[in-house]
């Protein structure tokens, strides 16, 4: 029997990866026993019927700050994304100002420090002020104290296709990765807002063509191919981009893809009545590219899962349609939305989820100490689940600043209960510790 | 009737035959030396256009005005969301003094239906986006019905930017629940997205051919082409447009002396329409201005009347 400290827990009965099940005893923050175990001097949550999975890790939130305090902070984000299971999250760079220098990382990175409820990853922009035009300063970002890997212009695609080359060719040098927001500028339009197809012409809303995101995703993995290089596609959405990821695979190209819970999940025919609650980009698509989406996350076309979570103040949704921000949070509701598109249809299973939600992500991002599995030795990074929860999600209840929120009274069958950043609980029965 | 009037779906068709009734009725008063009724005294009604119509607004001003209503005019900023202030507080502020109606014209299609989710006032779509113009179907369709006798088994060709058209949006649905036959016409580039399939369910037909199609019309109606979209690639050139979707000269001669032509205005003379048939006999614009103060008037009357009549 290991010798008992202040900082020993005992997880008592959870199912790990949703298989045997087992006592976890973290110590010092790491996964020091696994087993049938006592539990003197330790500190006991219950896990019975819980399921135990790797910390969850996001490659792909909004944390609003700098500059848009009043929707979302480093603290108030982590809070949300300490509800929703994860313990670290990289946070995208189309702040104001943009991270584009090692300085403005190392600040977003201190500021997830200083909150100590995940561990804040800076994505770097990949040019400067997200202009598209001049590479940011990627290996200081690389070598500041916040060791920046991943890279994006996120909001934004990465357009031009020469700067896109450079790009990927310089990351080579710190195995960073680009992630690319995959939208053909002049195919999309400037006021593209909903999916080009029947409901857009006949709602007369400027369409956002499929093709305009799979000819960015073509022309990115012919250019991993010619770099050598490694390229993510953010947010994936439609199952013409899946046939090209699929292809690109198959001939051993670098890529890798994430997908949200809300291009999982949503259609695009919620936009009927002009609710700027479901205007994303990219636009939510009909139920033919929902269901690629889904058969592509559970066969490893598509490798993670990434929330995209973009809090907003209520006055930037006010406005008509085509005014309105992209975007809706996140952090605190995916893993019920995966639980319920994925695991409760039998498509993966929780050892899937924690795949990735976990695993992959923290791989794609070069995160060590997050993604491990739920071994002896490893960090305790760990995220315990409900899979037999009744959740009906009220915005108000949110812990982010924002209420852009679309699930807000659905019910889900799975909720977070407990989360542990190296083996300090952050949540615990589904409240901020 | 419903509180709003934000798209031609808020209207059954005895909606329909009630509002031309009483335009009918209005259409008379036009012809008095005293215009006025009395039947909005009291009422007040704001005409917030974001974007500049003069005629669509004037139409409902001296509308409102021959009903008795105050009517007040507030002119938006332009499309796109100014930095500070949100559509939402907008109305709000320009609501709160006490407003009984809004009618609101605005580049952003939605809008309307936006807004009145948002105010007390009732919301009255006089154009958002390339979405919906109710009041200008009906209008369409009063004057199409005073023409023809009746929209039942008629042919009417709509011809045109049917992507960018509010009219067509509206139109397409009002003609067709009154009974008649819709086909449109335009170049590929400028027919809506998933037109394809959303016509099979809408009922309606649509072609490329304006040639084939317009011998069998017994109405046209030409949209007007945005100068702008002809540096966006939808076509070539004017002149071609003009040689494949313009009501030329020799397609007058084939359409015949008794077929009547509509045209929501501003008309481009030469583009999509041949002065020879913008001034033909049986050219119905200048009809359609006066049945519009006619069809407005009985709009405003069985939205602001009703409550209190
Ligand atoms: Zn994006």
Redesign the pocket.
């Known amino acids: 029997m290991t010798e008992q400290t202040p900082g020993t827990i005992l997880l008592r009965g959870a199912s790990l990866l949703g298989e045997r099940s087992a006592d976890v005893l973290v110590v010092d923050g790491v996964i020091a026993e696994i087993g049938s175990l006592s539990a003197e001097g330790a500190r006991v949550v219950d896990a019975d019927g819980l399921v135990a999975l790797p910390g969850l890790v996001d490659l792909h939130t909004h944390l609003r700050e700098p500059g848009r305090e009043d929707a979302e902070t480093v603290v108030t984000g982590s809070r949300a994304a300490a509800m929703g299971g994860f313990t670290a999250v990289l946070a995208m760079a189309n702040t104001s100002p943009v991270t584009d220098t090692a300085e403005a990382a190392e600040r977003v990175h201190d500021l997830g420090l200083a909150a100590g409820l995940v561990d804040v990853q800076p994505v770097g922009a990949v040019t400067k002020g997200l202009g598209g035009e001049e590479l940011a300063e990627l290996g200081l970002m690389a070598r500041s104290r916040a060791r920046v890997r991943v890279f994006s212009d996120?909001?934004r695609c990465v357009a031009d296709p020469r700067v896109m080359r450079r790009a990927l060719e310089y990351v080579k040098a710190f195995g960073g990765v680009v992630s690319q927001?995959s939208q053909d500028p002049d195919l999309a339009g400037p006021q593209s807002c909903c999916h080009e197809g029947e409901l857009s012409g006949r709602l007369g809303l400027p369409g956002w063509p499929g093709v305009a995101e799979e000819v960015i995703v073509a022309r990115d993995v012919m250019l991993a191919r010619h770099t050598g290089s490694r390229v993510h596609v953010?947010?994936a959405s439609t199952a013409g981009t899946v046939e090209v990821l699929r292809w690109a695979k198959s001939q051993g190209i670098a890529v890798t893809a994430e997908v949200t819970p809300h291009h999982l999940l949503l259609t695009t025919d919620l936009l009927s009545g002009y609710d700027p609650t479901y205007k994303v980009?990219p636009p939510l698509r009909p139920a033919e590219d929902v269901e690629a989406l889904r058969a592509a996350l559970a066969d490893g076309t598509i490798d993670a899962v990434a929330t995209?979570h973009a809090p907003h103040a209520r006055h930037d949704k006010e406005h008509a349609f085509v005014d309105a921000a992209f975007g809706m949070l996140g952090l605190e509701t995916a893993l019920p939305v995966v639980a319920s598109v994925m695991v409760e249809s039998g498509l993966m299973t929780w050892a899937d989820v924690a795949r990735v939600m976990s695993t992959t992500p923290a791989a794609i991002a070069g995160l060590e100490g997050h993604g491990r599995g739920l071994e002896v030795g490893a960090p305790a990074n760990i995220v315990l689940v409900d899979p037999s929860a009744d959740l009906t999600v009220d915005r108000d209840a949110s812990v982010s600043l924002s209420r852009n929120n679309p699930w807000h009274g659905r019910t889900f069958g799975a909720a977070v209960r407990h989360t542990l950043l190296r083996g300090r609980p952050t949540v615990l029965d589904g409240s901020l510790v | 009737m419903r509180k709003h009037l934000l798209s031609i779906d808020d209207l059954s068709v005895d909606d329909m035959d009630t509002i031309f009734a009483t335009a009918a009725e209005m259409h008379d008063v036009q012809r008095r030396e005293v215009k006025k009724l009395p039947a909005l005294r009291g009422r007040t009604i704001i005409n917030l256009f974001f974007e500049d119509s003069t005629r669509t607004r004037s139409s409902f001003e001296i509308a409102g005005k021959w009903l008795s209503a105050d009517t007040i005019n507030i002119t938006g900023k332009g499309s796109s969301a100014s930095k500070g202030e949100s559509l939402r507080d907008t109305v709000l502020t320009i609501t709160a003094m006490g407003v009984d109606a809004l009618v609101m014209r605005h580049a952003a299609s939605g809008s309307a239906l936006q807004v009145s989710q948002w105010v007390d006032a009732s919301v009255i779509n006089a154009g958002d986006g390339t979405h919906e113009h109710p009041s200008q179907a009906l209008l369409d369709a009063y004057t199409l019905r005073r023409t023809l006798g009746t929209l039942e088994g008629k042919r009417v060709l709509l011809v045109g930017d049917l992507t960018h058209s509010r009219v067509f949006r509206s139109n397409v649905k009002c003609l067709t629940r009154l009974g008649a036959e819709v086909t449109v016409v335009a170049p590929p580039t400028l027919m809506p997205s998933g037109v394809d399939t959303w016509s099979r369910e809408a009922g309606f037909a649509t072609s490329y051919d304006l040639d084939e199609a317009l011998p069998k019309a017994d109405a046209v109606m030409m949209l007007r082409v945005q100068r702008e979209r002809m540096s966006g690639g939808f076509f070539p050139s004017a002149r071609e447009y003009t040689v494949g979707y313009g009501l030329t000269r020799d397609r007058l001669a084939v359409l015949g002396p008794d077929v009547p032509i509509c045209h929501p205005g501003p008309m481009n003379r030469g583009l999509e329409i041949a002065a020879d048939a913008a001034d033909a006999a049986q050219s119905l614009v200048l009809d359609q201005v006066s049945s519009g103060l006619a069809v407005r008037m009985s709009i405003l009357y069985h939205l602001l009347a009703g409550e209190g009549a």
């Open positions: 996120d909001g927001h953010a947010h980009n995209d």
